[in-house]
């Protein structure tokens, strides 16, 4: 697939792996629609975007509402006629025992993952059929491996996984791709922006992201498996490590994880 003058739509794509997606794809000269829920920054990444010669819409929405996403996709195809391919990337975090977490905190974390993802790819769904375009999650290792103080991040991603299983299945004939990305670590601020157990973001990150995977790697390499179709995606040596181990050994896999985890900076474990 070659990317010019197809239309991407990039969902919270105002930093990290969104913004780095809409640039990547946009410099290949497709056509991009991002989306955020803050004005401000919506701005500054559109305005990044059209600097760089990319044509760029900024649509102010928010992941988790069904009506601003149903607003999201008339507003693009009434802009560019069409979408061809839609970038399930808008997505929250959380840090928190489960015993400790509101429930109100979990629904917002699955509103935006999940329900996100299912609202965007409803609406998108019969333009791309149409034009046999593409449908990408970004998912996450948490996808395949759930990570303690993490339960409704970690529930949202499996959920994801299955759902974009199921589609492809049904689209399998249709000319349709599905990708299901799955970064590792990746320098981004969705730890800094992840929630706590009564819904405050947690502010400075508790990992080390000097070593981590960039934004604009995983986006390079998302743009070329979907140029190749590829049906998985999953990025950094230690994630793939992740995959393979849990599927042969979970039960060491459990007691190798929750070390790793209680060595993070503020630990709930501690």
Same mark, same amino acid.
């Given at each position: 697939? @070659?990317?010019?003058?197809?239309?991407?739509?990039?969902?919270?794509?105002?930093?990290?792996?969104?913004?780095?997606?809409?640039?990547?794809?946009?410099?290949?000269? %497709?056509? &991009?629609? &991002?989306?955020?829920?803050?004005? @401000?920054?919506?701005?500054?990444?559109?305005? *990044?975007?059209?600097?760089?010669?990319? !044509?760029?819409?900024?649509?102010?929405?928010?992941?988790?509402?069904?009506?601003?996403?149903?607003?999201?996709?008339? !507003?693009?195809?009434?802009?560019?006629?069409?979408? /061809? *391919?839609?970038?399930?990337?808008?997505?929250?975090?959380?840090?928190?025992?489960? !015993?400790?977490?509101?429930?109100?905190?979990?629904? +917002? #974390?699955?509103?935006?993952?999940?329900?996100?993802?299912?609202?965007? =790819?409803?609406?998108?769904?019969?333009? *791309?059929?149409?034009?046999?375009?593409?449908? #990408?999650?970004?998912?996450?290792?948490?996808?395949?491996?759930? =990570?303690?103080?993490?339960?409704?991040?970690?529930?949202?991603?499996?959920?994801?996984?299955?759902?974009?299983?199921?589609?492809?299945? @049904? #689209?399998?004939?249709?000319?349709?791709?599905?990708?299901?990305?799955?970064?590792?670590?990746? %320098?981004?601020? &969705?730890?800094?922006?992840?929630?706590?157990?009564?819904?405050?973001?947690?502010?400075?990150?508790?990992? /080390?992201?000097?070593?981590?995977?960039?934004?604009?790697?995983?986006?390079?390499?998302?743009?070329?498996?979907?140029?190749?179709?590829?049906?998985?995606?999953?990025?950094?040596? !230690?994630?793939?490590?992740?995959?393979?181990?849990?599927?042969?050994?979970?039960? *060491?896999?459990?007691?190798?994880?929750?070390?790793?985890?209680? +060595?993070?900076?503020?630990?709930?474990?501690?």
């Amino acid at each position: 697939m @070659e990317f010019k003058n197809k239309v991407v739509v990039v969902t919270g794509a105002t930093s990290g792996i969104g913004a780095a997606c809409a640039y990547a794809f946009g410099k290949e000269g %497709a056509k &991009i629609a &991002i989306t955020g829920r803050n004005p @401000e920054k919506l701005e500054v990444e559109r305005k *990044i975007l059209a600097d760089a010669g990319i !044509q760029v819409i900024a649509i102010l929405a928010d992941a988790g509402s069904e009506e601003e996403n149903k607003m999201m996709a008339n !507003q693009v195809i009434s802009t560019y006629g069409k979408i /061809d *391919i839609l970038i399930n990337n808008a997505g929250i975090s959380m840090r928190a025992l489960f !015993q400790d977490l509101d429930l109100e905190v979990f629904r +917002k #974390v699955m509103d935006t993952n999940f329900w996100g993802t299912v609202y965007a =790819t409803k609406y998108c769904l019969p333009s *791309i059929l149409e034009n046999k375009g593409s449908i #990408v999650g970004i998912s996450s290792i948490n996808g395949f491996r759930g =990570t303690p103080a993490r339960t409704a991040y970690t529930a949202s991603k499996y959920a994801m996984n299955g759902f974009f299983e199921s589609l492809r299945t @049904e #689209v399998m004939h249709n000319g349709v791709h599905v990708l299901v990305a799955s970064p590792g670590f990746t %320098a981004s601020n &969705i730890r800094t922006n992840a929630l706590t157990a009564h819904g405050s973001s947690q502010g400075e990150s508790p990992r /080390d992201e000097s070593n981590m995977m960039s934004a604009e790697d995983v986006a390079e390499a998302i743009v070329k498996a979907t140029r190749k179709r590829k049906r998985d995606l999953v990025l950094t040596t !230690q994630g793939k490590l992740a995959v393979f181990l849990n599927k042969w050994i979970p039960g *060491i896999m459990d007691g190798m994880v929750y070390r790793e985890m209680a +060595k993070e900076p503020d630990s709930p474990f501690k």
